[in-house]
């Protein structure tokens, strides 16, 4: 499967965003997907996770309250709305799966358990 992230951009401060990710491909799985970002300099971070039928997330707590991550199986897409941004949010964000093959409620959050990664898109905030 293929990942496609779209929707990053500059905003100011307290703005919002909201981010898609796309997937294509050998969709037929059952995929667990996550959220992560990287900033100049720093390691990539886990931002939030939705197990495969959107019953259970995880946030860092760097972004509970502010962020929301959703999903439909029926388009094969992943979200993550984004308010109340800051400075600090700015990075590229990147869209990750990974194929489990059953129905699990699982999630996952760091960027080992997944083998799949998108091509990433840019946040930028601006205070």
């Known amino acids: 499967v293929q990942l496609v992230e779209s929707g990053g951009g500059l905003v100011q401060a307290g703005g919002s965003l909201r981010l898609s990710c796309a997937a294509s491909?050998?969709?037929?799985?059952?995929?667990?997907m996550g959220w992560f970002r990287q900033a100049p300099g720093k390691e990539r971070e886990f931002v939030a996770a939705?197990?495969?039928?959107?019953?259970?997330?995880y946030y860092a707590d760097s972004v509970k309250d502010r962020f929301t991550i959703s999903r439909d199986n029926v388009n094969l897409a992943v979200y993550l709305q984004m308010s109340s941004l800051k400075p600090e949010d700015t990075a590229v964000y990147y869209c990750?799966?990974?194929?489990?093959?059953?129905?699990?409620?699982?999630?996952?959050?760091?960027?080992?358990?997944?083998?799949?990664w998108g091509q990433g898109t840019q946040v930028t905030v601006s205070s």
């Open positions: 491909g050998h969709t037929d799985s059952t995929y667990p």
């Open positions: 939705i197990s495969w039928g959107g019953t259970n997330t």
């Open positions: 990750a799966a990974r194929e489990i093959g059953s129905i699990s409620t699982h999630y996952y959050y760091t960027p080992s358990d997944y083998g799949i």
